[in-house]
């Protein structure tokens, strides 16, 4: 059965700070999925991570890939206010999702 | 516009009673998903379908039902014996039955009162 884990699941930053968030997964899993919660919203797809090494880009955020660690990162880079959201880590697991339990960002002025 | 459309977006229910939700995608995608959500948790599933006429249990089926009788149309059952079923709803597609990236309705925000 496949276990993913988040952390950290609360981080507050301030604005222009980097960070990165990490995703932990226990078994062998093919792709990996980043998705953004807003407050009262449904998830919003950030990225899809195909194979081991790799690494995808979008505005402030990257994401990459180990699976030989089992480890994928989220890293933002000079954190703004619009970033602030849940951040969520999924796996795959037969032809189910598994979600990591998220991670709460707030960035502060 | 293609997209996943869920309705009601509130609903209240008085304990003891059935309670459906709507999902409908014009994505022509295969299969589709139902997840809970808690407050400050991720997402579990609950159903899941790769095609019409056909659906599995996910992790947490106990006190729902599903149908698949069109390629479109997903919908939801929280019946009685769903013990706690205060919670949000999302559903989701993808496009065929391989596991791909999913999308995400806007959800149903379920009360018990």
Redo the contacts between chains.
């Keep these: 059965e496949l276990k993913v884990e988040q952390n950290p699941l609360f981080l507050s930053m301030q604005e222009g700070k980097n960070y990165t968030i990490y995703c932990n997964y226990s078994t062998t899993s093919d792709r990996l999925y980043w998705y953004r919660q807003d407050p009262g919203k449904s998830l919003e797809s950030l990225f899809v991570l195909l194979s081991n090494g790799a690494v995808k880009q979008e505005g402030r955020l990257m994401a990459s890939l180990d699976t030989k660690a089992r480890l994928s990162t989220l890293h933002i880079t000079a954190a703004v206010h619009d970033l602030s959201a849940t951040y969520f880590c999924a796996g795959e697991y037969g032809n189910k999702l598994v979600f990591g339990a998220g991670t709460i960002l707030r960035v502060k002025s | 516009d293609g997209g996943i459309t869920q309705s009601p977006k509130y609903l209240f229910r008085k304990e003891g009673q059935n309670v459906t939700l709507s999902c409908e995608q014009n994505l022509n995608h295969d299969a589709m ?1 139902w997840y809970r959500q808690d407050p ?6 609950i159903y ?1 379908s ?1 095609i019409v006429n056909d659906f599995q249990k ?1 992790d947490i089926a106990e006190g729902y039902s599903v149908s698949r009788e069109k390629k479109e149309s997903f919908p939801l059952t929280v019946t009685s014996a769903q013990k706690n079923p205060t919670a949000f709803y ?1 559903c ?1 597609s993808s496009i065929d ?3 791909d ?7 149903t ?1 379920l009360t018990v009162l």
């Design positions: 998903y400050g948790q991720g997402l579990r599933l899941y790769q996910g999302l989701a039955r391989e596991v990236e999913q999308f995400f309705g806007p959800g925000r």
